[in-house]
């Protein structure tokens, strides 16, 4: 038998192919396996004769391989027949001693079960399915259940090779009653949500007449005319058929003003040494206290205080009080002197510092815009108004209302102020009155600003800086202190004052005006012109009458010219200049032929005189007041009816004016 070399296989699946072409895959036989091929040059041994294996095929043993000679080539492999199961198989040459391979398992059922796995130990409590309103269950509780099972715990409850059935052990059923509540859904906030809105709505909507703050009364509201004092009879020169005035209630006239009661004279209270004189005032066996002399006031001291004291009730109102503490305060600080570093801040506490009143404070800064701010007439006409800051607003010193407005709230608020700047219509540059039966604009709350500031007792004041540091007239600037910007009450301040938010107008009653009241005003027409110089010397536009501009000529009535005080505490010696002027009405006479200066009455609060309609001049022409300032050169205050009368009788005078207030005749 030739040396046939182990045929080289390129994939097991190869392999597998020629093992079953071999038929050599069956279970090997009983006998003893062979032995070891002998070491390198030994002899060969005898081979054995084929065997037929149990499926009638032989099989025949392979003998030991000689030494395997060192070939360049290896030879071809021979050639292998497929054979049928009955024939005998071929000898082939033999492979080389391996191992033979493991049999495949049989693919037929075996009726013998397969061992069982070996069953895991539990290591973890049963825990029961939880329903779907339970909470969670801790494991605490799960091992507390278990341990109340009679079961050892070292045996596991599900074991099978205890005798005892496993038990399962169910969580104690849970009390509703002490889950928390659940949270809200999305449905249900929102439901909440909407009806909160709904209420604050409906709240709103009842609270719409109340304001949010309410303000106390500084200054006396428009004078009724029910509380004039008793004045002269009408002139009976009234046609019975004319209509009355619409704006005098004719019923209420005879009612007396009431003013408060004039201080009382001063009771010097009874001392010790003065009882002592009177022996019936106390007991014989009473003692008096000994008097010190040194510390007691005298008479005038005493004097001096009561009067002092009954000043003081007096100025109830802003427009009494004396404001000259403030006032020289804020003309002590020009902006050029200030530092670049906070200037607000320095103002604040130099302007406020020195006072304790808020009202104090609030009119220093008043005042302090008035010296250092000017208006920007320029960038106003010239339509290029620049935004600017506080600081560079200071050190500029010019703005227009805005800037104004920002100005005082940043002053107010560094001093410790409640300060806000309010935005919306003002009748100032540019308004022009609505004629008799005119309708009113469109609402359009905007174009000024001005500020609202908490004074003493916590009462809201509206003010205005801008129109308080002076005025505007043909495109220029004119400084003028308007200290009535500051002292007006929210009611009257609010007839040129419309803002844009209802909550600003801090009115005593709480009554908020529409947009179609205020364009009117009190006065349905065009109102007389009213010139600033009245209010100077302590008469109020808001009092007079007649307050249309146009007079008609030819009703048949009687004309009452009547002015009245800015307020009833006004005493034009102290609060104002010196003693008050003669008041004049200058007429042109019957269809304007004749001029005249009459004279008006006066009982300290109002002034007034009947003139016929008639007498009072032509339509087309203008009747004036007038105030008697200068008597031949001389300071005309003071001057009485009587020694104006005969100075016109004397024939040789010099007289001039001052306008306070105009009319047209028609």
Same mark, same amino acid.
């Given at each position: 038998?030739?040396?046939? #070399?182990?045929? +080289? ?11 079953? +072409?071999? +038929? ?35 099989? /025949? ?16 492999? !021979?050639?292998? /027949? ?26 037929? =059922? ?42 050892? *715990?070292?045996? *596991?409850?599900?074991?099978?090779? /205890? ?8 969580? !104690? ?104 004189? =009177? ?32 000043? =003081? ?32 801040? &320095? ?30 007439? #320029? ?18 010193? +010019?703005?227009?209302?805005?800037? &104004? ?29 609505? /004629? ?20 003493? =007792?916590?009462?809201w004041k509206l003010l205005d800086a801008c129109w308080g540091a002076g005025n505007v007239g043909e495109q220029k600037y004119h400084k003028q202190f308007k200290p009535q910007m500051f002292c007006l009450s929210n009611e009257l301040f609010g007839l040129k004052h419309f803002p844009r938010d209802e909550r600003y107008f801090f009115r005593s009653d709480g009554s908020i005006p529409t947009w179609e009241e205020y364009m009117i005003g009190p006065v349905r027409g065009e109102k007389a012109e009213f010139y600033g110089t009245a209010t100077d010397e302590g008469v109020s536009e808001f009092t007079f009458s007649p307050a249309e501009k146009h007079i008609p000529v030819y009703s048949g009535e009687v004309v009452r010219f009547q002015f009245g005080k800015v307020c009833e505490h006004w005493q034009p010696e102290r609060h104002g200049k010196g003693k008050p002027y003669l008041l004049l009405m200058k007429v042109h006479g019957l269809d304007g032929r004749k001029e005249d200066l009459v004279p008006l009455e006066t009982d300290g609060f109002w002034w007034w005189t009947d003139i016929p309609a008639r007498d009072l001049g032509a339509p087309g022409?203008?009747?004036?007041? &007038? ?40």
């Amino acid at each position: 038998m030739a040396d046939v #070399e182990e045929p +080289k296989f390129n994939s097991l699946a190869d392999r597998i192919a020629a093992l079953n +072409k071999q +038929k050599n895959f069956s279970t090997p036989p009983t006998t003893k396996r062979p032995p070891p091929p002998p070491p390198p040059g030994a002899a060969k041994p005898v081979s054995q004769a084929a065997t037929p294996n149990a499926n009638g095929v032989s099989s /025949t043993q392979s003998p030991s391989l000689p030494a395997r000679p060192q070939k360049r080539n290896p030879p071809s492999l !021979p050639q292998r /027949t497929n054979t049928a199961r009955s024939e005998p198989v071929a000898k082939t040459p033999p492979l080389p001693s391996r191992d033979v391979p493991p049999p495949l398992p049989d693919r037929r =059922n075996s009726s013998q079960p397969s061992p069982a796995l070996p069953r895991r130990p539990s290591t973890q409590p049963f825990h029961s399915r939880r329903g779907s309103n339970s909470s969670e269950v801790s494991h605490i509780s799960t091992i507390s259940n278990l341990s109340l099972n009679p079961v050892s *715990s070292r045996t *596991s409850t599900t074991s099978v090779d /205890t005798a005892q059935p496993a038990r399962r052990v169910l969580a !104690p059923a849970l009390d509703l009653a002490k889950l928390p509540p659940l949270p809200p859904s999305r449905k249900e906030r929102e439901a909440r949500e909407a009806q909160a809105a709904r209420e604050n709505a409906d709240r709103e909507a009842t609270e719409v007449a109340k304001a949010p703050l309410l303000s106390v009364r500084s200054a006396p509201v428009v004078p009724d005319v029910g509380s004039r004092p008793g004045l002269p009879p009408r002139l009976p020169s009234r046609p019975r058929d004319s209509p009355a005035p619409s704006h005098i209630d004719e019923t209420s006239s005879g009612a007396p003003r009431r003013l408060p009661p004039p201080p009382s004279a001063y009771v010097r209270p009874t001392t010790a040494s003065e009882s002592s004189r =009177n022996p019936s005032s106390r007991s014989r066996d009473e003692v008096p206290p000994p008097v010190p002399l040194s510390s007691r006031p005298t008479f005038a001291q005493i004097d001096a205080v009561t009067v002092r004291a009954s000043t =003081n009730q007096t100025d109830c109102c802003l427009i009494c009080r004396d404001f000259s503490a403030p006032d020289s305060v804020a003309a002590q600080y020009p902006n050029h002197s200030l530092p670049r570093h906070d200037p607000v801040g &320095y103002l604040a506490s130099v302007l406020c510092g020195p006072f304790p009143s808020a009202t104090d404070k609030a009119r220093a800064i008043f005042t302090w815009c008035h010296h250092n701010i000017a208006y920007n007439v #320029e960038e106003f006409f010239g339509k290029c108004i620049k935004g600017r800051n506080v600081d560079e607003t200071i050190f500029l010193g +010019k703005a227009v209302c805005q800037g &104004y407005a920002e100005v005082y709230q940043a002053i107010a608020q560094r001093a410790g102020l409640q300060c806000v700047v309010v935005v919306g219509h003002g009748k100032g540059y540019g308004y022009t009155p609505l /004629t008799k039966n005119q309708p009113p604009p469109p609402r359009d709350p905007s174009g000024h600003a001005w500020n609202a500031v908490c004074i003493d =007792n916590g009462e809201w004041k509206l003010l205005d800086a801008c129109w308080g540091a002076g005025n505007v007239g043909e495109q220029k600037y004119h400084k003028q202190f308007k200290p009535q910007m500051f002292c007006l009450s929210n009611e009257l301040f609010g007839l040129k004052h419309f803002p844009r938010d209802e909550r600003y107008f801090f009115r005593s009653d709480g009554s908020i005006p529409t947009w179609e009241e205020y364009m009117i005003g009190p006065v349905r027409g065009e109102k007389a012109e009213f010139y600033g110089t009245a209010t100077d010397e302590g008469v109020s536009e808001f009092t007079f009458s007649p307050a249309e501009k146009h007079i008609p000529v030819y009703s048949g009535e009687v004309v009452r010219f009547q002015f009245g005080k800015v307020c009833e505490h006004w005493q034009p010696e102290r609060h104002g200049k010196g003693k008050p002027y003669l008041l004049l009405m200058k007429v042109h006479g019957l269809d304007g032929r004749k001029e005249d200066l009459v004279p008006l009455e006066t009982d300290g609060f109002w002034w007034w005189t009947d003139i016929p309609a008639r007498d009072l001049g032509a339509p087309g022409q203008t009747i004036f007041l &007038y105030a008697l300032t200068t008597v031949n050169n001389k300071d005309a205050r003071g001057v009485s009816k009587e020694e104006y009368y005969r100075t016109i009788n004397s024939g040789s005078y010099s007289m001039s004016w001052a306008i306070y207030a105009k009319w047209e005749l028609v």
